[in-house]
């Protein structure tokens, strides 16, 4: 009966750890990213967000797709409201649609270079969702 023991221990060692992660990701989100922001609010305030884990809701528009050098699928897209607009852009596929309401996680640059242009207010998405659909649907 010595192996049953062991894999008992194995299996308490792991749910503990699992726990761990869990409770880590509760406290570490909520913290990193903030209140819910406009994206008036960035645009009135760069300096405040800049280098930032922010968490904007907006439109989607202008979404476009394209692949880096490397061939990563990357994305990009203007994020905007009834007051101005942000610029965002990520790695993956935009699991988002033209015309959707969005809340975008991510780190805001005031202003970043790219070769010799200069880009401004861009949040570089490490979690984009559509509004209306906060619950992952499984079916799809």
Not at 51 to 65: D, E, H, L, P, Y
Not at 70 to 76: K, M, V
């Amino acid at each position: 009966g010595e192996m049953t023991v062991r894999t008992q221990v194995r299996h308490s060692l792991y749910s503990r750890m699992a726990l761990g992660i869990v409770a880590w990701t509760c406290v570490a989100f909520p913290s990193m990213a903030g209140p819910m922001l406009k994206v008036a609010d960035l645009l009135s305030n760069p300096d405040q967000y800049d280098k930032q884990m922010v968490m904007v809701v907006g439109q989607a528009t202008n979404i476009q797709t394209a692949a880096n050098r490397q061939g990563q699928l990357a994305y990009g897209f203007v994020l905007k409201d009834q007051n101005g607009s942000v610029k965002v852009v990520g790695i993956g596929k935009a699991e988002v649609r033209e015309g959707d309401q969005v809340i975008v996680e991510g780190i805001f640059n005031r202003l970043r270079q790219v070769g010799r242009a200069i880009v401004h207010n861009e949040i570089k998405a490490s979690v984009v969702r559509p509004v209306n659909r906060l619950t992952p649907d499984l079916v799809g």
